[in-house]
């Protein structure tokens, strides 16, 4: 294992289940363990997304890369956005609208993701060679 990952949602108020969640909220405690369990490998965010019912979906992706990442969740090395519009299947647009593709750029052009490539992965372990395996020889 090389990477170790992470999916999350908020659904906002879109589901009778569901309610508005910060990033924090829907990460924290997965956070914790994975990165207890595997303290030195990175970390990625391999999906995640907000809806726009029931808060405020541009100010979330601002305090999601400006706040919260930074100050609380440093192992995140990698985040991928799910952009797909499934109204019919989930009856959500997971898609991101302009005020959200801005908020989203503002934030990935600030401090915290400005650093020189040479420094994007200085605190992460490359991993281990592995050993051949007996079925390597075919």
Aim: glycine letters at 4%; a negative charge; proline letters at 9%.
């Amino acid at each position: 294992v090389d990477w170790i990952g992470l999916d999350g949602y908020n659904w906002g108020t879109t589901q009778p289940w569901s309610e508005w969640l910060s990033f924090a909220e829907i990460f924290g405690p997965a956070y914790t363990t994975i990165t207890t369990i595997a303290p030195d490998k990175p970390l990625m965010i391999a999906e995640v997304n907000s809806t726009d019912q029931g808060g405020d979906k541009s100010a979330w992706y601002r305090e999601m890369f400006t706040q919260q990442i930074p100050q609380r969740f440093p192992k995140i090395a990698a985040i991928v956005i799910f952009d797909e519009d499934k109204s019919e299947q989930e009856h959500i647009n997971w898609r991101m609208d302009q005020t959200a593709l801005e908020a989203f750029k503002s934030a990935v052009n600030s401090e915290p993701y400005q650093l020189p490539f040479e420094e994007l992965f200085e605190n992460i372990t490359p991993p281990q060679s592995a050993s051949p395996s007996p079925t390597d020889d075919y």
